[in-house]
């Protein structure tokens, strides 16, 4: 599977940004999706996971109450709604296939090109 994110951009803290990961081939309607994150300098940070139906979200305790991932299977497409934004957010995002939802990042897939958050204070 292909997975192509955008998205991203530069905002203030306290803003708010809504990421796409768009996926190519039939695997991604059966596969859980995931958001990572990687700063310049820092490890891979796991951010959020969606089952393959949606039913089911999983959140990093950094993001938990101002992430929001979801789904549309029709469109083959995952998102991030991120509110609240703070400057330790900064960092491109990328998105993932995923075993389960419950994967670590270490068994994450298929991973696009990410796209670049920053936020400024």
């Known amino acids: 599977v292909q997975l192509q994110a955008s998205g991203g951009g530069s905002v203030q803290a306290g803003g708010s940004l809504r990421l796409s990961c768009v996926a190519s081939?039939?695997?991604?309607?059966?596969?859980?999706m995931a958001w990572f994150r990687q700063a310049p300098g820092k490890e891979r940070e796991f951010v959020a996971t969606?089952?393959?139906?949606?039913?089911?979200?999983y959140y990093a305790d950094s993001v938990k109450g101002r992430f929001a991932i979801s789904r549309d299977n029709a469109k083959s497409t995952v998102y991030l709604q991120m509110n609240s934004l703070k400057p330790e957010d900064t960092a491109a995002y990328y998105c993932?296939?995923?075993?389960?939802?419950?994967?670590?990042?270490?068994?994450?897939?298929?991973r696009g090109q990410g796209t670049q958050v920053t936020v400024s204070s």
């Open positions: 993932a296939t995923a075993p389960h939802y419950r994967s670590p990042i270490s068994d994450f897939g298929s």
């Open positions: 081939g039939r695997i991604f309607r059966s596969s859980a």
């Open positions: 969606i089952n393959y139906s949606g039913g089911v979200t």
